[in-house]
């Protein structure tokens, strides 16, 4: 079997690990991958960028590609899953409709207002006083989002007056995200302790996948600016049997439900961003149409089920029939960023030590990697995710921190505290 992973994050690499680990795989092409992706057994990177449409069908085409994985969320929001579904091959994804949920944060909301799900309080706005005067009435802290795809960044927590009346001017004037901004959402600052929850979904039917903890803030203790993740742990002590049954009552099931009922049923992965607040009550704070990054790593570190056929068991809806097996340890990932980040992206630096850190219980997935003259240089953003498996949140906590040590790349920058809410007495 041929199966083709479009992406070149560390969700990717860890996509293309594992399905390369399927029996019944043969070859795995990353479209286009990184450096980690070129290096793993079976697998092939192509030169081919993941909004390449055209050309990511026609090589499908050709080569025989019996299963195409998306990993990142821009070719799913553009509709990449209906073109491939249109020519017949088999795309593991949701289509255009239903990426909206990640694609306009407006239409998230409105969404979960039509279908009772539970949210923070929010207006969309594309006009500056308007919405300056709306985020006066919720109170400090406010959350302020731009409407459309802002690679994992766009969304500020303002602490003062003064910060929201800037976000909002300069997410609305263009100058923050684009087109992106153009339209924004401002909401209530939720308060409780932050989970994601991920599922394969086939229409209303699901299979969970592990829960975990991701840390948005670039800085130690949650603070600084938001990125796209700096690290995560699996299983997540907040996700408790009580809460997961709640989760999947109020919040998956009417998510796919309601998709149904609208003639847009829901195939791939859906991720939930939760806020379990101190009564054990679940509120969205985002839906993805993907995989999480870096979230997606030290989950598929404890899959000991094979992710191909769970995919295959999707695709021909019968999730029902599929038993889906983790191993019992829990498993971390710490994200090591270039210079910079999240505002800046410095490139070329040489990363050295990466040969000394691969063990049975560690695994390094590569994000913005390259290689060049003999070298693994950096490629800007969150460079690698350095995932670990351990008896408990705290064995693999150090295992990570173990591995990190030996790594060395210039401004290298990581948070030292990734997993430390997992080991907090509850």
Request: proline share 4%.
């Amino acid at each position: 079997m041929r199966i083709l992973v479009i992406g070149g994050g560390g969700r990717e690499h860890a996509l293309a690990w594992k399905a390369a680990q399927s029996a019944q795989v043969d070859k795995v092409f990353v479209a286009p991958g990184n450096a980690g992706t070129a290096a793993e057994p079976k697998c092939e990177n192509l030169a081919i960028k993941a909004d390449d449409t055209g050309a990511l069908l026609g090589f499908a085409r050709r080569e025989g590609i019996e299963l195409t994985i998306v990993g990142p969320e821009a070719p799913l929001v553009a509709g990449i899953a209906d073109d491939f579904g249109n020519a017949g091959l088999a795309c593991f994804g949701p289509g255009r409709d239903c990426a909206r949920l990640e694609g306009s944060k407006a239409f998230t909301k409105a969404f979960c207002a039509r279908h009772n799900i539970p949210t923070a309080a929010w207006q969309s706005f594309s006009e500056a006083a308007a919405a300056r005067e709306y985020a006066r009435t919720l109170g400090l802290p406010v959350v302020i989002k731009a409407d459309g795809l802002a690679a994992g960044k766009g969304v500020v927590i303002a602490a003062s007056r003064e910060e929201a009346d800037e976000t909002i001017e300069s997410m609305l004037s263009g100058d923050a995200f684009g087109a992106a901004g153009s339209e924004i959402v401002i909401e209530e600052f939720l308060t409780g302790e932050e989970a994601s929850f991920m599922v394969v979904a086939a229409g209303e039917h699901f299979v969970p996948l592990a829960g975990s903890q991701d840390h948005k803030r670039i800085g130690d203790g949650d603070t600084g600016p938001n990125t796209g993740g700096m690290g995560a742990y699996s299983p997540a002590p907040v996700i408790t049997g009580a809460a997961r049954e709640r989760i999947e009552r109020e919040i998956i099931r009417p998510t796919l439900s309601g998709l149904a009922a609208e003639g847009t049923p829901y195939t791939g992965f859906l991720y939930a961003g939760l806020m379990i607040g101190e009564d054990g009550a679940p509120r969205l704070i985002e839906y993805n149409c993907r995989l999480g990054d870096p979230e997606t790593q030290p989950i598929l570190m404890r899959l000991d089920s094979d992710l191909v056929a769970l995919i295959q068991a999707a695709l021909a809806g019968k999730l029902d029939a599929l038993e889906v097996n983790w191993n019992p340890r829990a498993a971390l990932g710490v994200v090591l960023a270039c210079a910079g980040y999240p505002t800046g992206s410095h490139k070329g630096d040489i990363i050295r030590g990466l040969e000394y850190t691969s063990t049975n219980n560690v695994k390094v997935f590569h994000a913005g990697t390259a290689a060049q003259d003999g070298d693994i240089v950096t490629a800007g953003g969150r460079v690698l995710c350095v995932t670990a498996l351990g008896d408990d949140i705290g064995s693999a906590q150090a295992s990570a921190y173990e591995a990190i040590e030996k790594i060395r790349f210039d401004g290298m920058q990581f948070r030292r505290d990734i997993g430390s809410k997992g080991l907090s007495p509850r």
